[in-house]
């Protein structure tokens, strides 16, 4: 579970470590900035399957947090310990 506010999520990940180890699995996806409303994240790919997409985070970690949580719901990883 992450905290949009703080940013910390309690599998202590970084968001670029994140989206290496998504990545490495073939599964789109991204964090950007490109609002002053904060950080978006989205995972999937909106052709060709399962897509989810968030934003109005306040850090990247917060956005990543939310990103990991998506991904473990969606059966695309599995973290270890939690």
Not at 32 to 44: P, V
Not at 66 to 73: C, I, N, P, S, V
Request: net charge positive.
């Amino acid at each position: 579970m992450q905290d949009r506010k703080t940013g910390s999520n309690s599998a202590g990940i970084s968001a670029g470590h994140l989206l290496v180890l998504l990545r490495r699995h073939r599964i789109p996806c991204s964090i950007d900035s490109f609002s002053a409303d904060g950080w978006t994240a989205r995972l999937g790919d909106p052709a060709t399957g399962p897509y989810s997409q968030h934003g109005y985070f306040r850090t990247r970690e917060a956005a990543a947090g939310w990103l990991l949580d998506e991904a473990e719901r969606l059966g695309a990883v599995a973290v270890s310990g939690r």
